[in-house]
Nanobody, 120 residues
Framework: QVQLVEAGGGSVQTGDSLRLSCRVSGYAPTMAWFRQVPGKKREGVAVRNHAASTTYADSVKGRFTISRDSGGSTFYLQMNSLKPEDTAKYYC?????????????????WGQGTQVTVSS
């Protein structure tokens, strides 16, 4: 069983940066970040697979970067040039299989989420 714990959310201003972290207990070859606002479906933001390939949602390309530490126990989402529309609860997710999907159905393990609020 894989356990995921997010940290690093907070309240920032437009244009600021924030880095989220996801501590991973266990192994999942594909790791991703999702976000969700109340009343809307969870949206895939970034994914990184076992081969270090990555995929990003169009809305965050060029601004967000998914990475991991050298030991593979912590994943990060570096968020730059934040906008009010980035406001959401952000979730770390892991999948038992390899891939680059941004669909939440692909993922088996989820963290509890961390809130990011960007004000104008």
């Amino acid at each position: 069983q894989v356990q995921l714990v997010e940290a690093g959310g907070g309240s920032v201003q437009t244009g600021d940066s924030l880095r989220l972290s996801c501590r991973v207990s266990g192994y999942a070859p594909t790791m991703a970040w999702f976000r969700q606002v109340p009343g809307k479906k969870r949206e895939g933001v970034a994914v990184r697979n076992h081969a270090a390939s990555t995929t990003y949602a169009d809305s965050v390309k060029g601004r967000f970067t998914i990475s991991r530490d050298s030991g593979g126990s912590t994943f990060y989402l570096q968020m730059n040039s934040l906008k009010p529309e980035d406001t959401a609860k952000y979730y770390c997710a892991g999948a038992r299989v390899r891939g680059l999907s941004l669909s939440e159905d692909f993922y088996d393990f989820w963290g509890q989420g961390t809130q990011v609020t960007v004000s104008s």
